[in-house]
């Protein structure tokens, strides 16, 4: 079984900072799950355009407003408490933080460590592995 506190990961490395967001990384690959499993903060004002072409992605908004725009298809969902969002088809998309959101993101396949968004706003399947 594993047992982590969020206020104890997120003084470790598993808390990764970017812009518009940090991520605290509480399940990752070496946990041998089959997916990663993340708290995610998307701070308020922020304009992320996303596109997770190597992993699927499903998110729940726990705290806080805000939308997520298909790019492909112009359309927007508002997000508050209680949405969740699955990026079943790896959509290209743009989150917007109308208030800072709290969120619980799983990802699969899991991700490894610190990733953090390339120029086309995908996770690569490499990274530096946390353990602790
Ligand atoms: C909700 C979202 O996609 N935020 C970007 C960060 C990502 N969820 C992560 O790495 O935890």
């Not at 997120?10 to 708290?39: A, E, Y």
């Not at 995610?40 to 190597?54: C, K, P, S, V």
């Not at 917007?96 to 799983?106: H, L, P, Q, T, W």
């Amino acid at each position: 079984m594993i047992v982590r506190q969020l206020q104890t990961a997120k003084d470790s490395t598993r808390r990764i900072d970017s812009t518009g967001w940090n991520s605290v990384r509480m399940l990752l690959t070496n946990d041998n799950m089959g997916f990663s499993f993340h708290i995610t903060t998307i701070y308020e004002g922020a304009e992320l355009e996303m596109h997770y072409q190597n992993h699927l992605e499903s998110v729940y908004c726990m705290s806080g407003r805000g939308e997520i725009q298909n790019v492909t298809t112009g359309e927007v969902h508002p997000i508050s408490p209680g949405t969740m969002y699955a990026l079943d088809k790896h959509d290209k998309h743009i989150l917007r933080g109308f208030e800072e959101m709290s969120m619980a993101c799983v990802f699969n396949p899991p991700l490894i460590g610190n990733e953090v968004h390339n120029d086309s706003g995908a996770y690569e399947l490499t990274a530096q592995t946390i353990t602790d």
